[in-house]
């Protein structure tokens, strides 16, 4: 059997020191969690390339990131966003959501091959800074 210490000279500190634990294991894996947001490249499957095009996308008037778009048989986009050789963003327009769930841009902020930011369609997004 346990027995509880308790020191009148320096107060209860049980209480005090298990709510910090507590307080520091939470912010953890809240910090586990955010690292671990990522989000899967579309497959491509059942898509064939309908165009593809120089676009500028970071706004200053040059033409630097390559955009191809696909399409399936039900009219559904998907649009990839290539600078200096690296894909850092696809979207994803599907015919039956306009603004579902399903309707996304993924960027890749970093550089570093994950996806881990996302946007609604209609956000501003620009290519990252670690392809300029």
């Not at 959501?97 to 890749?108: E, F, Q, T």
Request: hydrophobic share 35%; charged share 25%.
């Amino acid at each position: 059997m346990m027995r509880k210490y308790s020191n009148p000279s320096r107060g209860n500190i049980v209480l005090p020191v298990t709510l910090f634990v507590l307080c520091l294991v939470v912010e953890a894996l809240n910090i586990t969690a955010a690292r671990a947001q990522q989000f899967e490249p579309p497959s491509l499957d059942g898509y064939i390339m309908h165009s593809e095009r120089d676009g500028d996308g970071d706004g200053d008037g040059v033409n630097e990131t390559r955009i191809k778009q696909y399409l399936n048989q039900q009219g559904d986009s998907l649009v990839s966003m290539t600078t200096e050789g690296r894909v850092w963003a696809w979207s994803l327009n599907t015919r039956d959501s306009d603004s579902g769930v399903k309707n996304y841009v993924i960027r890749d902020s970093d550089c570093d091959g994950t996806f881990d930011e996302v946007y609604g369609l209609d956000d501003d997004f620009h290519v990252p800074e670690c392809v300029k």
